[in-house]
T-cell receptor
Framework: QKEVEQNSGPLSVPEGAIASLNCTYS??????FFWYRQYSGKSPELIMF????GDKEDGRFTAQLNKASQYVSLLIRDSQPSDSATYLC?????????????FGQGTILTVHP | DTGVSQNPRHKITKRGQNVTFRCDPI?????LYWYRQTLGQGPEFLTY????????KSRLLSDRFSAERPKGSFSTLEIQRTEQGDSAMYLC??????????????FGQGTRLTVV
């Protein structure tokens, strides 16, 4: 079992819709979670991070964390064609090993006009 | 440009040759990480430094791989006797070590290695 698993894609949504990306993790020691966006041929770009249970909103993006269920999600509201990319979920520890991230395999999102 | 810088951006090498990549982190970041990413997969952790000390190495990092960060600034990743399986994107990231909000890791543009 992979330590971080993302819902299988690709995911296709129409422009203006809500895109929902999901991720589960197996290491209960993971304390911090990150969503990165990666355009084809480019490096990962940080979108959001979340440490605490519940929701965290930043503009059109909402990250959700449920530590009891070991579940992380990212909602993208009012999806735009420019949101089309691969979205990577990553888990990490805080403290000494902070920044050493375990990534999921990524979910490809396509937003069609 | 104050982001993480990696050179070269692309490298094509023949099997058996040695290659070296360079990473210049964000200047105030004391942590530096190397990841490897193959097509269709997420990045995999290879190793990381805090200042000049290499604190952890992944099992993925075989004896043919070596990383250094002299003086705690830029870092190099060398692959000796390259194999076709080494073909991947090599990503460098940097962060602060405090572990609090706002100290997340930021990635460079990567070096794409192709071994022929």
């Amino acid at each position: 079992q992979k330590e971080v698993e993302q819902n299988s894609g690709p995911l296709s949504v129409p422009e203006g819709a809500i895109a929902s990306l999901n991720c589960t993790y197996s290491d209960r020691g993971s304390q911090s979670f990150f969503w990165y966006r990666q355009y084809s041929g480019k490096s990962p770009e940080l979108i959001m991070f979340i440490y605490s249970n519940g929701d965290k909103e930043d503009g059109r993006f909402t990250a959700q964390l449920n530590k009891a269920s070991q579940y992380v999600s990212l909602l993208i509201r009012d999806s735009q064609p420019s949101d089309s990319a691969t979205y990577l979920c990553a888990g990490g520890l805080r403290g000494t090993s902070y920044g050493k991230l375990t990534f999921g395999q990524g979910t490809i999102l396509t937003v069609h006009p | 440009d104050t982001g993480v810088s990696q050179n070269p951006r692309h490298k094509i090498t023949k099997r058996g040759q040695n290659v070296t990549f360079r990473c210049d982190p964000i200047s105030e970041h004391n942590r530096l990480y190397w990841y490897r990413q193959t097509l269709g997969q997420g990045p995999e952790f290879l190793t990381y430094f805090q200042n000049e000390a290499q604190l952890e190495k992944s099992r993925l990092l075989s004896d043919r791989f070596s990383a250094e960060r002299p003086k705690g600034s830029f870092s190099t990743l060398e692959i000796q006797r390259t194999e076709q399986g080494d073909s991947a994107m090599y990503l460098c990231a940097s962060s602060l070590s405090t572990g609090g909000a706002g100290t997340e890791a930021f990635f460079g543009q990567g070096t794409r290695l192709t071994v022929v």
